[in-house]
């Protein structure tokens, strides 16, 4: 039986943040499911297609990922839910830093409630990585700022894109 984690987030955009969760993870797990949620926030800077696309331009154009080891889906449901149709009993959460861990800790307590079977794996990512933010990235690209430590290069081009 192959080990599967989802790991479920907005990523918009992927940063190095989101990457070294993903390196982390695999290798523990045979795959994982990059979950990208078109939940309920609506000021999205990047629709949930060009979302798909970027992170997968990323993870296997910029940086030559397995693609038999990651897949890249989008979901609209419980994450409990989508462990359930993928076969997972992993849900793969990153922390930055302390302030994270309350929230997180409440969501895979409440996750548990869902489905007493999943487990939630918190990863750090490397040191240099942890204050990256999907949000303080996009601040930086409207600002015009150099992106080249927080995120691959065809994100920066699509970051530049809206912000040109």
């Known amino acids: 039986m192959k080990n599967i984690a989802i790991y479920p987030g907005t990523f918009d955009p992927i940063t190095f943040g989101h990457i070294d969760v993903i390196r ?4 523990f797990v045979d795959k994982v499911v990059v979950g990208i949620s078109d939940g309920n926030q609506k000021n999205f800077l990047f629709s949930i297609d060009e979302r798909v ?3 997968q331009k990323a993870i296997f154009k910029d940086l030559k990922f397995k693609k038999n080891k990651i897949k890249i889906i989008t979901f609209n449901s ?3 839910d989508l462990c359930k149709k993928h076969k997972s009993n992993i849900i793969l959460r990153g922390l930055r830093a302390v302030s994270d861990f309350e929230y ?7 996750n548990r409630k869902l489905n007493s079977k999943i487990e939630t794996i918190f990863l750090m990512s490397d040191l240099e990585n942890q204050i990256i933010s999907s949000r303080f990235v996009k601040e930086i690209a409207q600002h015009k700022g150099d992106l080249r430590k927080f995120t691959t290069k065809s994100t920066i081009k699509s970051l530049k894109n809206i912000y040109a």
């Open 78 to 80: 419980l994450t409990t």
């Open 53 to 55: 696309r970027i992170v």
């Open 24 to 27: 982390k993870a695999l290798k």
């Open 104 to 110: 997180e800790f409440q969501l895979a307590g409440m």
